[in-house]
């Protein structure tokens, strides 16, 4: 089983920036995909940002191009996701996600809050 726990949430002016971690534990081996999911209050959790195993460029969502920027460091089992330019609609609660070789994302850590005030 493979346990992920994000860090790195704050309150944040408009047009400030974050850094959000995710740290995998356990059978990290078994990790293809890392991606960042968020969830604002009264909305369906949405895609952000995901990035392959062997890392790259990584996908963004169109309202997040630009702006945020996801990376990993598998030697440290860790994505994170910069964020800059924060606009008050990227408050949300931010979670990370993983893949297995199936390429769904099935392991969810706990998530962390992003609050971005006008």
């Known amino acids: 089983q493979v346990q992920l726990v994000e860090s790195g949430g704050d309150v944040v002016q408009a047009g400030g920036s974050l850094r959000l971690s995710c740290a995998a534990s356990?059978?990290?081996?078994?990790?293809?995909?890392m991606g960042w999911f968020r969830q604002a209050p009264g909305k369906e959790r949405e895609f952000v940002a995901g990035?392959?195993?062997?890392?790259?460029?990584?996908v963004y969502a169109d309202s997040v191009k630009g702006r945020f920027t996801i990376s990993r460091d598998n030697a440290k089992n860790t994505v994170y996701l910069q964020m800059n330019s924060l606009k008050p609609e990227d408050t949300a609660v931010y979670y990370c996600?993983?893949?297995?070789?199936?390429?769904?994302?099935?392991?969810w850590g706990q998530g962390t809050q992003v609050t971005v005030s006008s």
């Open positions: 996600a993983v893949t297995g070789q199936s390429g769904t994302y099935n392991v």
């Open positions: 356990g059978r990290t081996s078994s990790i293809y995909h």
């Open positions: 990035i392959s195993r062997s890392g790259g460029s990584g």
